[in-house]
Every structure is written in structure tokens, then in C-alpha cells.
Nanobody
Framework: QVQLVESGGGLVQAGGSLSLSCAAS????????MGWFRQAPGKEREFVAA????????YYADSVKGRFTISRDNAKNAVYLQMNSLKPEDTAVYYC???????????????????WGQGTQVTVSS
């Protein structure tokens, strides 16, 4: 089982940027597909971005495409989410997730599988 710890959240004005990090420990990090999800108050958790084992394949939700960038460093057991041009609707708790289901599109967006961190709050003011 992999353990995940997110960091880097905070308060930023609309149009600003934040960079999130997720540190992993436990089983071999490079064997996991990694993803970022978010959950806004009163809403269900939703998919944000995913990255394959080596980083060669990346998939974004339409709502963040062109603004967010996911990356990973397998040598550091870490995955990152660079968020630019932030909007108030990006306000949420952001979670990273690790899964061994492979690069399977339907599974990438699922919120009921995988290992999860405790989340980090991102607040974007207007």
C-alpha cells in the first residue's frame, strides 16, 4: 500500500498560480498511475488530471486543460500539479491518488478506487 501526502495548497487571487506536490512512500512509486482530484464544498469529488507510470501519457479534465500541468519524478517518488490562471471555481480540496489499474480511461476518473492522500486546500479569491 502506498502512502500519499499532499502539500502546496493555499489562498491565491484569481489569475494566480499554485503548485501542488504529492509525496509517496511505500511500494514502488513507478508502478502506479497517479492522478489529481478535487472536491469543492457540497460537490462530489472530481477528476482533474492523470499521468502514466513513466509520464509519457497525460490526461486532463476539460475544465483544467491548458491551465494545469501534471508531472511526476519517479526518482523522488513525487507527483506535481502546476496550476495557472486559477479561477474561483477551482476552489476545492485537492487530492492525489495512486492506482494500479493501468492506463484505462474509465478507471482514471473513478473516485472509488486507489490510494488517497489527506488533501490540501486551494482557495481562489475573486
Amino acid at each position: 500500500q502506498v502512502q500519499l501526502v499532499e502539500s502546496g495548497g493555499g489562498l491565491v487571487q484569481a489569475g494566480g498560480s499554485l503548485s501542488l506536490s504529492c509525496a509517496a512512500s511505500g511500494r514502488t512509486f513507478s508502478s502506479y498511475v497517479m492522478g489529481w482530484f478535487r472536491q469543492a464544498p457540497g460537490k462530489e469529488r472530481e477528476f482533474v488530471a492523470a499521468i502514466s507510470y513513466s509520464g509519457g501519457r497525460i490526461y486532463y479534465a476539460d475544465s483544467v486543460k491548458g491551465r494545469f500541468t501534471i508531472s511526476r519524478d519517479n526518482a523522488k517518488n513525487a507527483v506535481y500539479l502546476q496550476m495557472n490562471s486559477l479561477k474561483p471555481e477551482d476552489t476545492a480540496v485537492y487530492y492525489c491518488s495512486a492506482r494500479t489499474t493501468g492506463w484505462n480511461m474509465p478507471d482514471l476518473r473513478r473516485t472509488d478506487i486507489g490510494s488517497w492522500g489527506q488533501g490540501t486546500q486551494v482557495t481562489v479569491s475573486s
